[in-house]
């Protein structure tokens, strides 16, 4: 009959050995200690990050991390998750970045497949603190800092589980270890020119691209992580004006998309009719969500999707080579669009849905607003009203940062 081995400190392995190892390491025949691992903990809930997060500068003036870490129970009771922190695992002491409590993670954890209890006050559609017995759910993360970037996350998990047997009913947990990607963010220039252009849903926390996860090819990706949906007001801070169904109302209708940086195209298309704006088109196949989009290699392993532009607007095909500040196309209502704009995301492979988004920053901007909020942004473009702005928000051109959500820009050619 086979005997599993029990783990190494059950077995008194210190009784057969030099006395030092049993202090915390056995010795190297050049003398240096070799630590004796730790005993593995029980952790009823299991957890990885899924893609390692790249630091960036944002347009608010701090740094920051995106990310998501994948969590498991295995228990075969309920689990409640009550709180996470993010720790610097890089620097002695493990300091904490991140602190959430149990209904900040109600806001920031989304079980896979069906809601784990029923939707509860506070907690959105969708999110809950609790994993159902064997679910998985997706914990999004969104780390700011100043100075030095961490340069590996270990997480602290609290865990409660009613159910379980009285020594697990209440556990912390240290999982979800990453190295940080020390990689390269690309510097690129402006995807338009002019003036109040909106970046929609776009980075940190907005929902709708950051964490848009989908299951493709056998694993979880994020394409759109840190995509943005440009859109645009008039002095009149209207995004359209007169008929919401006609895609020339639309102040941003037909403005050039610009390359943003010089490169290779590796996909295109030109052939998908405009949708009417004011609702989602119906029984879109996946393929043609980026309606007609057009995928440039910047080189580094960087690509740039754009997304949604006008039929027969798209003047690349594969293998044309395009300049920074070309005009690719122009900005349409095609795939999967509600509303004349223009999507754009970097990524780290050619294809606009399997592959992990990337972070970029813009080399020149100038923010001269901000939007009050998604609320306000979507009252304004889905029913013509003026957008609602955000008090105190002072002019300011930056360079080298990521333009973050609701931010009003200008882009001046050069
Ligand atoms: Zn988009």
Redesign the pocket.
Known sequence: MHTPRRPFAVLGVCAALVLSACGGGEENGDGTAVPVPPDPVLTPVVGSVMFAPTPFAGSDGADHLVYEVSLTNFMRTPVTITGVKALDAGVDGTPELLGLDQADVGERLKPTGAPSVPPRPGVPEGYSDVLAPGQNGVLFLHLKFEGAAPTKLVHEISVRADGAPPEMRETTERIAEVEVNDGVVPVLGPPLIGEHYIAA?ACCDAVR?TRAILPLDGAPVVA?RY?V?WEQAGPDGKIFVGEARNPASYRIFGDDVLAVADGSVVASRNDLPEQVPGEFPANLPIAEADGNNLVLDIGDGFFVNY?HMQPGSVRFEPGDRVRRGEVIGKVGNTGNSVAPHL?VHVMNGPSFLMSQGVPSVTDLFTITGRVAGTAAFDASEGTGVPLEMAPGVTVSTQQDRMILDQNVVTFRAG
């Open positions: 849903d691209h759109q995509a949906d997304a999507h």
